[in-house]
């Protein structure tokens, strides 16, 4: 077997803070900068292949009305991380393409409530399983214990980036 290829004594999980100035935080941080670049382009590579194609603020867009049902453009625009402006710019092109629609508030009739499509609802589903197959064909390339620590380790990464202190601007 492997050197490093299962979790045990001596392997870098089992190590912890014995492997010296190499595992503190910003050491980590610089070694995986380029693997989280590769992530990201993996993940966002997956709404420019599809018809009509978006880009990352327009699949952001598009989720955050999917995922919730009385979404109006000032919680998109909260929700997208950009100013109402731009919100209202980025629903005019993404009800062009008809796969967002703005309607009539049911409860409020001076407000406009974003609704997805069908359509988006299609291109979604698409975007989603381009995403799980390009994960699952890189995530075949690497062996079951790799899988395992990638899979421990950015779960733990979550959990840690929703803590408090962890600069997610939740403490600010």
């Known amino acids: 077997m492997e050197p490093g290829s299962r979790l045990g004594q001596g392997s870098p999980l089992e190590q912890g803070s014995r492997l010296g100035p190499g595992s503190r935080p910003e ?45 109006n453009l000032t919680e998109l625009a909260d929700m997208v991380g950009i100013a109402l402006p731009a919100a209202s710019r980025l629903c005019d092109r993404l009800e062009a393409a008809g796969l967002v629609q703005r309607v009539p508030h049911p409860h409020n009739r001076r407000a406009l409530q974003l609704l997805l499509t069908p359509q988006g609802g299609r291109l979604l589903t698409e975007i989603g399983e381009r995403r799980t197959l390009g994960l699952s064909a890189v995530l075949a390339a690497m062996s079951p214990v790799q899988r395992t620590a990638l899979d421990v380790g950015l779960r733990a990464f979550r959990d840690a980036r929703h803590s408090p202190g962890a600069g997610n601007g939740a403490d600010e």
Do not use: C, F, N, Y
């Not at 993996?42 to 999917?66: D, F, N, Y």
């Open 27 to 71: 050491a980590v941080a610089g070694r995986i900068a380029d693997a989280v670049e590769s992530l990201v382009e993996l993940w966002t590579s997956s709404g420019e292949m599809v018809t009509p194609r978006l880009s990352a603020h327009q699949l952001k867009a598009l989720k955050a009305v999917g995922g919730r049902s009385e979404l």
